[in-house]
């Protein structure tokens, strides 16, 4: 069995979460036993948006929650509505899911403000893809939540052929969101998903 290198010793004290060395274990060797290992540490800031790409299948859920785990983050992620349907919805609350109305996004935007706000250190997840589906224009949502939450954006990729989620460096906003959508996009082009074919 490959063992994972994913540990909080890749996070900054001030950004660690709540998961206790039960679930730290269970997320590591969740990653081991899929083969995958996390390269690289995040980056020592008060906050932290990360950018996950490409998002290509079901299995990239259970092997960001066993990084979640192995990293022992405190990080609150943004997922679809549908997810959080009555009965489940507890569940990927307790895992720092916000649930995404994309018919109000500005409600959206205020609550994720507001939890920075109550957090001292925190780490904001976003696919910004928003579908499994390949798609051929990103939206900038991320980049105005960055940009409100004064919040560093880190890429973290994901790829299948290595396995291996590799945390990138501090992306710095040019202000033209086309421009920047353009370039992000074509740095997680360096990269294939589980199912290559929709990365």
Same mark, same amino acid.
């Given at each position: 069995?490959?063992?994972?290198? *994913? $540990?909080?010793?890749? !996070?900054?004290?001030?950004?660690?979460?709540?998961?206790? *060395?039960?679930?730290?274990?269970?997320?590591?060797?969740? =990653?081991?036993? =899929?083969?995958?290992?996390?390269?690289? @540490?995040?980056? @020592?800031?008060?906050?932290?948006?990360?950018?996950?790409?490409?998002? /290509?299948?079901?299995?990239?859920?259970l092997i960001a929650v066993a /990084?979640?785990?192995?990293?022992?983050?405190?990080? &609150?992620?943004?997922? &679809?509505? $549908?997810?959080?349907?009555?009965?489940?919805?507890?569940?990927?609350?307790?895992?720092?899911?916000?649930?995404?109305?994309? &018919?109000?996004?500005?409600?959206?935007?205020?609550?994720?403000? +507001?939890? !920075?706000?109550? +957090?001292?250190?925190?780490?904001?997840?976003?696919?910004? +893809?928003?579908? %499994?589906?390949?798609?051929?224009?990103? &939206?900038?949502?991320?980049? %105005?939540? *960055?940009?409100? /939450?004064? $919040?560093?954006? !880190?890429?973290?990729?994901?790829?299948?052929?290595?396995? /291996?989620?590799?945390?990138? +460096?501090?992306?710095?906003?040019?202000?033209?969101?086309?421009?920047?959508?353009?370039?992000?996009?074509?740095?997680?082009? @360096?990269?294939?998903?589980?199912?290559?074919?929709?990365?």
């Amino acid at each position: 069995m490959k063992l994972a290198k *994913a $540990s909080q010793n890749q !996070v900054p004290q001030h950004l660690r979460g709540r998961w206790g *060395a039960f679930f730290q274990w269970l997320g590591s060797s969740t =990653l081991s036993v =899929l083969g995958w290992q996390v390269s690289g @540490n995040i980056p @020592n800031e008060e906050r932290i948006l990360i950018i996950a790409a490409p998002h /290509t299948s079901n299995w990239d859920f259970l092997i960001a929650v066993a /990084t979640l785990f192995a990293l022992n983050i405190n990080m &609150k992620w943004l997922g &679809k509505k $549908s997810l959080f349907i009555p009965g489940i919805a507890w569940f990927f609350k307790w895992l720092g899911g916000i649930p995404v109305d994309r &018919k109000n996004p500005a409600s959206l935007i205020n609550h994720v403000v +507001e939890l !920075v706000h109550k +957090e001292k250190g925190l780490v904001i997840g976003v696919a910004p +893809e928003g579908s %499994r589906k390949k798609i051929d224009r990103w &939206k900038s949502g991320f980049l %105005r939540i *960055a940009k409100q /939450t004064k $919040s560093k954006i !880190v890429f973290i990729s994901i790829d299948s052929p290595s396995k /291996t989620l590799t945390i990138g +460096e501090i992306f710095e906003p040019s202000g033209d969101n086309d421009k920047d959508i353009n370039f992000i996009m074509n740095y997680f082009k @360096n990269f294939k998903g589980i199912n290559p074919d929709q990365s």
